[in-house]
Each structure stands twice: as structure tokens, then as C-alpha cells.
């Protein structure tokens, strides 16, 4: 069973950075796509970064955050983190973290094709 552990949300003020972590358990991430995804209150989960399939490494992000989000791994394959520098208030929202090992490049932005997700952080951006 896959699990997943988010830490690094928080308050921030508007313009901030924070680093979000997620960690797996039991096992590595190689040979999974791993992506960030985050809902606020009132909408849905929507499609932040994703790092596609460990071994390949190539990533995509959301319009909204290019530029200022940066997804990576570490080396071991035990943790992925999502960079988000110059934080806004629309950023704010729970951030989850999810891994599958049978996407594509077509269903990679897609919250549905995900089988395993974390519990979420929130993240606050004040103005």
C-alpha cells in the first residue's frame, strides 16, 4: 500500500516562499508520476505540478503557477517537493500530494487518474 505524507504548509504573507514535502513510505517513488494538486474552499481539486514518471523526471505545471512553483525530487526517490516562491492569496488552499504508476501525458494533470494521495497541508497567503 502506497502512502503518502505532506508537510510544509503554513501561514505566509503575499509574496512569501514555502516548501512543501512529500514523503512515501515502505517504498520509493521510482516508477511513479507524482503531482501536486490543491483544492480551496468551494472548488475543485485542481491540477498544480507534476513530475513525470521517476526514471524520465520531466515536469509540468499548471498557467497559474509557472514561473513561480518548482517541483523536484530528491536523489534516493523518497520525497518530492513542490517550491512555491511570491505566493499570492489565490494560492491559498490544501495542498495534496499523489502518485500512480499508469499515466500519461495526457491524464498526468488529471485528479481522477490518481490512485494514491496524501492527507493534505493547508496553505495560507495572506494579504
Known amino acids: 500500500q502506497v502512502q503518502l505524507v505532506e508537510t510544509g504548509g503554513g501561514l505566509v504573507q503575499a509574496g512569501a516562499s514555502l516548501r512543501l514535502s512529500c514523503t512515501i513510505s515502505?517504498?520509493?517513488?521510482?516508477?511513479?508520476?507524482v503531482g501536486w494538486f490543491r483544492q480551496a474552499p468551494g472548488k475543485e481539486r485542481e491540477f498544480v505540478a507534476t513530475?513525470?514518471?521517476?526514471?524520465?523526471?520531466?515536469?509540468y505545471y499548471a498557467d497559474s503557477v509557472k514561473g513561480r512553483f518548482d517541483i523536484s525530487r530528491d536523489t534516493a526517490g523518497t520525497a518530492v517537493y513542490l517550491s512555491m516562491n511570491n505566493l499570492q492569496p489565490d494560492d491559498t488552499a490544501v495542498y495534496y500530494c499523489?502518485?500512480?504508476?499508469?499515466?500519461?501525458?495526457?491524464?498526468?494533470?488529471?485528479?481522477?487518474?490518481?490512485?494514491?494521495w496524501g492527507q493534505g497541508t493547508q496553505v495560507t497567503v495572506s494579504s
Open positions: 513530475i513525470d514518471r521517476w526514471n524520465e523526471g520531466r515536469t
Open positions: 515502505g517504498q520509493s517513488f521510482f516508477g511513479y508520476t
Open positions: 499523489a502518485a500512480d504508476r499508469y499515466l500519461t501525458q495526457s491524464t498526468l494533470r488529471l485528479a481522477r487518474e490518481y490512485n494514491y
